[in-house]
């Protein structure tokens, strides 16, 4: 999710071949509920990983590319 819009969003899908949906927040609504700064026009990159339940099972604030995923990936195995 970010405050981009669906056309952004579907470039950079395509560029990084994601194959999931990613969600459109240009008012900043969503982000706001997370409690995310949206001041200066942008989010800063945080993943939240949420369970099936609906609670929030971990937060990553400050996200560093490498090895990234694999964390989220063990978070996920783990639920």
Do not use: N
Request: charged share 20%; glycine share 8%; no cysteine.
């Amino acid at each position: 999710m970010s405050l981009d819009g669906a056309e952004s969003h579907k470039k950079f899908a395509a560029a990084h071949q994601i194959p999931f949906s990613l969600l459109v927040d240009t008012e900043g609504a969503l982000a706001a509920r997370y409690g995310v700064d949206t001041s200066r026009g942008y989010t800063p990159r945080i993943t939240y990983v949420i369970g099936s339940d609906g609670i929030i099972a971990k937060v990553y604030p400050k996200v560093s590319i490498d090895g990234h995923s694999a964390e989220v990936l063990d978070v996920l195995r783990a639920l």
